[in-house]
């Protein structure tokens, strides 16, 4: 199991509270369950350099190659892309431009932090019904790739939806975080440390 080391831990002016003990805990099984799908995300990763290296093997000493082999990469791309979104969001690894934010306090940061998962929640919701709608578009048809071996469409639909559902949830709770932490609420370490600097 990949350790993580992207969720912080809560700290309140008084003893934690009840409340904040089960947002610790949401957040710890949340963490887990991003690890499971980051190990997913590896083996389509490990997949897809193991098809597209015997494809070459094949194709340069037999004359023929892996059967739906683009098919399969696409699918096994899907799962290689999607299934990290919450991971690289839980720790704030998007590339994100800090010219001018660097310059502000801890306290418009987490202000600013609170704006960047509000929007990214109105652009992830669309997209996450969306997917929702095709996979059940995926099941209920039936569908398939034309191919050799007729491979079903749901698989890959179900992974594109469970990415962005994950994601989708991981952004509720930074934004509920987030607001926590900019109202004073509670502190995370990081914002502690730099209140102790100022002072």
Known sequence: MVTTGHVEQLQSEDSP??????LCSARGFLARLESVFLLLSVVCILGLC????????LRLFSASGIPDE??????LMIGALILPLAFVAADRGFISVEIFTQKLGPRWQQVLNVLTVVVGLLAVTPITYAAFLSMVDAFESESYFFGLLALPKWPGH????????????????LAVYDSLIALGVIKSKQLTLNDEVED
């Open 17 to 22: 509270t009840g409340s904040l003990k089960i």
């Open 50 to 57: 193991a098809i597209i290296t015997s494809s070459v093997f």
């Open 70 to 75: 683009v098919v399969i990469v696409g699918e």
């Open 158 to 173: 179900t992974l594109f939806f469970l990415g962005y559902v994950l994601f989708f949830i991981r952004l509720i709770d």
